[in-house]
């Protein structure tokens, strides 16, 4: 089957400088793609010295974006995502497309603790894959590693769900989980990489908290919806008990939080429906 390597880049001429020798030395028969995203470094130049695919925007569109048009662009039937900041060893992956070959669809290069970017996003990406974990009841080693291998007709099945922004490698782990599409993780090492980093904790502090209740809405949103509506139930009925006990009536506020109880369920069970109708089989 023909494969199709795509490397989301932006300003990493740096690291593709190394990079792309060492892919095309290790991968001399697959289409290479780096999409540039709004690049304002001399990243498009080092890609056409190495003789691979260049897709350039001209501006910025993130990461998600960067993913699906080189997924759109791609003519492999296997499709390889990597980082374009030289984290991700080329040599490794033929170890993630021999577990394709295992009756996967997707298989994933899982980092240790060792390949995270520092202690906060260690942090935050445990909580992530034990989230995602108790939501799938699968074991998920590493939800949002850049580094898989996928294949191409099923990928882009959800290319609509994908956001533009740095999520992308959650909503697609969700999206196959919820749609019976096999998963498999390979334990990788994960080198320092080449440049900064385009995340910033502080701004970023909002999205990876938005990225908790995607991760539950896009999978099984009662999980999500019904403990808080049983929060809401069991306060409301035990504030009820409290009033009713000392002042023998029944107050606003226990109407309030039985109320709140009713409408988050409500709402968990529309939702709930529109996930079942947003996952259907074959689609594009």
Known sequence: MSISIVLPAKNEAAALRHLLPKLRQARPDDEIIV?????????????????VKVISSPY?????????????????????????????DPALI???????DDGFDMVVGARDWSGQAGVGRGIANTVYNR????MTEHTIHDLTSGFRVVRADKFREFLHLLPNGFSYPTT????????????????????RRVGKSHIRPIRDGLRFL?????????YSPLKLFMPISM???FTGLGYYGYT???????????????SAAVIVFLIGLISEQITSLTYRPGQD
Request: aromatic share 12%; charged share 20%.
């Open 172 to 191: 697609i782990t969700m999206a196959f989980f919820r749609s019976a599409y096999p998963v498999a993780y390979v334990p990788i090492p994960v080198a």
């Open 210 to 218: 938005l990225i908790i209740f995607k991760i539950a809405t896009l």
């Open 60 to 88: 910025s569109m993130g990461n998600g974006a960067a993913i699906k048009r080189g997924a759109r662009a791609a003519s492999g039937d296997i499709l390889v995502f990597m980082d374009g900041d030289g984290q991700h």
């Open 94 to 100: 033929e170890r993630l497309l021999a577990r394709l």
């Open 131 to 134: 989230l995602s974990s108790w």
């Open 35 to 51: 999409v540039d995203d709004g690049s304002t470094d001399d990243t498009r130049e080092v890609c056409q010295a190495s003789a």
């Open 244 to 258: 009713f006990y000392e002042y023998h009536r029944f107050t606003n506020m226990s109407a309030l939080l039985l």
């Open 231 to 233: 929060l809401f139930l």
